[in-house]
């Protein structure tokens, strides 16, 4: 049987490609932005705004970082010698060098909000260290459960703005494969979409996004990120009238293998798609894939399951 191969994986066959494609350093500016873009007529505006909101604070963290790297250049030489993740979530969580970020961004928050935004601002006020460690630790553990769903945002937006500073003080080029193609060779962390993307040497290829340090890697396409299965793979998006059929800018990619899926951004389709916005703006169709027996495995930290 006869494999056609997609045109990234042409290019692929001829030259290895950029393992490594790094995320602009006005991301979260860039993220708000589009945000604010899919909140018009969308059920869920009122949520994206405020995730827009979010984002605009963690550009300022970002760019006035409360602390610096926490990983000295040795233990990162040798995690990235050893292809292990030099900024691994789940030790440097527990370790709490994250924790001056979740600080800062408390401080920047206005305390005349009113509603459940003020309710989940004082608890995270009148919270410890230790109590948002814990928080943290079973947030990047997928324990969505034990974290009160209204603090989830606010956790996700510290741990995120930390992580991805850090990830643009590596150096990233010499990052390698880890172990498993579904989890960030900088963080360790689980992918949250994919993104084909359309420019330069990068064109045509797939690159899976970190739900925590917003890193990009490489893997091939037409093939589950989960199981590595290519059989029976099929593509599925929400019906809109503004797209050709084949054409939309965000399909789920759907394995029977496994039962899972991905959701994964066109951007020549649409190029200012971002896979946590467009993620978070298309809820309905992980709501439609449920319903027809699909698991997601991908997390996005600015949300917690069944909330929003």
């Avoid at 602009?24 to 899919?38: G, S, T, W």
């Avoid at 969505?144 to 850090?166: M, T």
């Amino acid at each position: 049987m006869s494999t056609i191969l997609e045109p990234g994986q042409i290019e692929a066959s001829a030259v290895a490609p950029p393992f490594i494609h790094l995320p602009p350093k006005d991301l979260f500016a860039q993220r708000a932005e589009r945000l604010e873009q899919l909140a018009v007529g969308n059920a869920l505006g009122d949520y994206l705004r405020l995730i827009a909101w979010l984002c605009r604070f963690q550009q300022q963290l970002v760019d006035n970082p409360p602390s610096g790297l926490p990983v000295a250049e040795a233990r990162q030489r040798l995690c990235i010698s050893h292809g292990l993740p030099p900024l691994a979530a789940d030790s440097l969580v527990r370790e709490g060098p994250w924790l001056a970020w979740m600080q800062a961004l408390i401080e920047h928050f206005d305390e005349e909000a009113s509603g459940p935004l003020a309710v989940a601002l004082q608890a995270l006020r009148d919270s410890d260290d230790s109590q948002r460690k814990g928080w943290g630790i079973a947030l990047l553990a997928g324990q969505f459960d034990a974290v009160p769903a209204a603090l989830v945002p606010f956790l996700g937006a510290a741990l995120q703005a930390a992580w991805f500073s850090w990830l643009l003080a590596l150096p990233a080029a010499e990052l390698k494969p880890s172990g498993s193609q579904a989890q960030c060779p900088a963080c360790g962390s689980p992918a949250m979409a994919g993104v084909v993307r359309n420019r330069g040497k990068h064109n045509g290829l797939r690159y899976l996004a970190c739900s925590l340090c917003a890193c990009e890697w490489h893997v091939v396409r037409v093939k589950c990120v989960y199981c590595e299965s290519s059989k029976g793979l099929r593509y599925t998006s929400l019906e809109d009238d503004r797209h050709a059929p084949g054409k939309a800018p965000l399909r789920a990619e759907c394995c029977p293998g496994c039962n899972s899926y991905l959701k994964q951004s066109y951007l020549e389709n649409d190029a200012a798609a971002e896979p946590l916005a467009d993620d978070l703006a298309s809820l309905a169709l992980d709501m439609r894939l449920d319903e027809e027996g699909f698991h997601r495995l991908a997390p996005n930290l600015m949300l917690a399951p069944g909330g929003g």
